[in-house]
């Protein structure tokens, strides 16, 4: 099992920055691929960014060149540094870890993120 617990999220004025964490506990850090998901009201979880064992990394296009995702093995702790935020940015952004290939194993409760214009 992988307890996920987000934090950093709040509300920014547009063209701000948010530095999301997402700590991690029950097993093995840095073995987990770790990687940050959003949803917006009335839309589906999106994938932001992900971070792989080795420090490899992958944004979606929406987010490309604004948002950095990150680790920290000896905190057990993945963080998501947003910049330069629009208001379609705003939405509850999730942590999850990845224990190989393939879809999200465990999910952490989610953070909000607000954006005014």
């Known amino acids: 099992q992988v307890q996920l617990v987000e934090s950093g999220g709040g509300l920014v004025q547009a063209g701000g920055s948010l530095r999301l964490s997402c700590a991690a506990s029950?097993?093995?850090?840095?073995?987990?691929?770790m990687g940050w998901y959003r949803q917006a009201p009335g839309k589906e979880r999106e994938f932001v960014a992900v971070?792989?064992?080795?420090?490899?990394?992958d944004y979606a296009d929406s987010v490309k060149g604004r948002f950095t995702i990150s680790r920290d093995n000896a905190k057990n702790t993945a963080y998501l540094q947003m910049s330069s935020l629009k208001p379609e940015d705003a939405a509850i952004y999730y942590c999850?870890?990845?224990?190989?290939?393939?879809?999200?194993?465990?999910w952490g409760q989610g953070t909000q993120v607000a954006v005014s214009s």
């Open positions: 971070i792989n064992w080795s420090g490899g990394s």
């Open positions: 029950g097993r093995t850090f840095s073995s987990l691929n």
């Open positions: 999850g870890a990845t224990c190989g290939l393939g879809a999200v194993d465990y």
